[in-house]
């Protein structure tokens, strides 16, 4: 019997890595380089050619989105001002789930997930609700987790360390960029 076709939204190599070898046993899994909220451009290239690095290397197809920064700048422009983990991070994975849900509906998966548990800084239940309504909203299955139970990441840091992997030190967009430079400098 094949496995379920599963398409897996990607935001860093790292995280992909470890999620990648946890659903390869009972998923066809695709992975989904969808992240428009990346600043500036050349990071987002960074990761991206990292994404596709932990592709290759876990024999893991991966599709690549349009990337629209100013669309994402418009979507989360009144929320530019909250903290870490506020309602501009719901906003943006709403935005990836979004297209993600879309995507795999359009592809004709038969379900569809993202690897973005696995951080410390993202709320999986959050996103687990986000998930679920884009799901009904498409008539695909959202695959729930929180992949950063049971040392996810650490195990994740462990690999992307002995794999060589770019390891980010802010989510990606503008605004927690800004906030890590802050941090860095005080």
């Known amino acids: 019997m094949p496995k379920p076709r599963l398409l897996v939204h990607v935001c860093c190599a790292p995280d992909a890595l470890f999620v990648f ?3 390869k046993d009972g998923y066809d899994v695709t992975g989904f380089f969808s992240n428009s909220n990346i600043h ?6 960074l990761r991206l050619d990292e994404a596709r690095k932990v592709a290759r290397l876990s024999g893991v197809p991966l599709v690549e989105d349009d990337y629209d920064p100013e669309g994402w700048i418009a979507l989360t422009a009144k929320f530019k001002d909250e ?5 501009r991070c ?9 297209r993600t849900a879309a995507r795999a509906a ?12 696995l951080s410390p800084w993202k709320k999986a239940a959050v996103m687990n609700r ?10 695909i299955a ?3 987790s ?11 840091v462990d690999l992307s360390r002995a794999h060589g992997l770019y390891r980010q030190d802010y989510c990606g967009c503008v605004y927690s960029r800004d906030a890590a430079r802050k941090r860095a400098a005080a």
């Open 90 to 98: 719901d906003v943006c994975y709403a935005a990836r789930l979004a």
């Open 21 to 23: 070898g946890v659903l």
């Open 142 to 144: 959202f695959l729930e």
């Open 83 to 87: 903290p870490e983990k506020g309602r």
């Open 40 to 45: 500036p451009r050349e990071e987002y290239e």
């Open 146 to 156: 929180d992949f950063k139970k049971k040392d996810g990441f650490k195990k994740s």
């Open 130 to 139: 986000i998930g679920r309504q884009f799901a009904a909203r498409h008539g």
């Open 106 to 117: 359009r592809d004709g998966f038969d379900a569809f997930a993202t690897v973005m548990s």
